[in-house]
């Protein structure tokens, strides 16, 4: 069974940063696309990053261009996200998932696996 273990959340004062880290199991995901995504309290889901597997194409929300990567090990298997200049409006619950192919995708709906979320609290 594919799953994706979130870990790196916590909580930072405005202004700090955090790193988080998503670590697929279960198959290989080399030719999969990576996905970081938030949800706040009372708000949708919302799309803040991506990552082809080969690294060649990311895309960030223009909320976090500038102050958050995305990246990858692929030794590790592992994909992570940067998070410098922290907000409190970044205050959500974040999300990796997975979405087989390489192309870019945007869109919750176009990602198949996810993860159980990890908070990230931002205090002003």
């Known amino acids: 069974q594919v799953q994706l273990v979130e870990s790196g959340g916590g909580l930072v004062q405005a202004g700090g940063s955090l790193r988080l880290s998503c670590a697929p199991s279960?198959?290989?995901?080399?030719?999969?696309?990576m996905g970081w995504f938030r949800q706040a309290p009372g708000k949708e889901r919302e799309f803040v990053a991506a990552?082809?597997?080969?690294?060649?194409?990311?895309d960030y929300a223009n909320s976090v261009k500038g102050r958050f990567t995305i990246s990858r090990d692929n030794a590790k298997i592992t994909v992570y996200l940067q998070m410098n200049s922290l907000k409190p409006e970044d205050t959500a619950v974040y999300y990796c998932?997975?979405?087989?192919?390489?192309?870019?995708?945007?869109?919750?709906?176009?990602?198949?696996?996810w993860g159980q979320g990890t908070q990230v609290t931002v205090s002003s």
């Open positions: 998932a997975a979405r087989r192919g390489s192309s870019m995708a945007i869109t919750a709906k176009d990602y198949a696996y």
């Open positions: 279960g198959r290989t995901f080399s030719s999969y696309t």
């Open positions: 990552s082809t597997w080969s690294g060649s194409g990311t």
